[in-house]
């Protein structure tokens, strides 16, 4: 991971982690002229670090991540904002995440299937991963 120091990056393997597999949203987001035109299909993976011993002892929703509402940050995100570039998209979502208070790490798997036709490939994908 980009930037950390050896403590850091020792800490986050130990860290515990959530993730959410396959949040769907449309967005328009592309350098080509036609993908301008219409919303196309985006699937995410994300993957979050973050200490669970708080939720463990207190058995409530309060002291995790709630997957709804993460999930519901990435697709609004996706929704809401239009950049040309998938590493864009993907910066952006990773931002989002962040500014989740208990979140210490993020990853993020950005799939464009539409860009995938004109790749002659069933899917194209980015995977970018940032920390606090």
């Given at each position: 991971?980009?930037?950390?120091t050896q403590a ?14 396959g949040?769907t949203?449309?967005g328009v ?13 985006f ?7 973050l200490n669970?011993?708080e939720?463990v002892?207190r058995d409530e929703?309060a002291?995790?991540?709630?997957y709804?509402s993460a999930s519901?940050?990435v ?9 040309r570039?998938v590493?864009s998209?993907?910066a952006?979502?990773?931002e989002a995440?962040l500014?989740?208070?208990?979140v210490?790490?993020?990853r993020t ?7 995938a036709?004109?790749a002659?490939?069933?899917?194209v994908?980015?995977t ?5």
């Amino acid at each position: 991971m980009k930037g950390l120091t050896q403590a850091q990056y020792e800490s986050l393997l130990t860290a515990d982690r959530i993730e959410i597999v396959g949040i769907t949203a449309e967005g328009v987001h592309g350098v080509y002229a036609d993908e301008a035109l219409a919303a196309q299909a985006f699937v995410v993976d994300v993957t979050m670090w973050l200490n669970t011993d708080e939720a463990v002892a207190r058995d409530e929703l309060a002291s995790t991540i709630d997957y709804v509402s993460a999930s519901r940050v990435v697709r609004e995100v996706v929704e809401s904002s239009t950049v040309r570039l998938v590493e864009s998209l993907s910066a952006a979502v990773c931002e989002a995440i962040l500014a989740i208070p208990a979140v210490l790490a993020v990853r993020t798997t950005m799939h464009k299937p539409r860009a995938a036709r004109d790749a002659h490939a069933t899917d194209v994908s980015l995977t970018m991963t940032r920390t606090r």
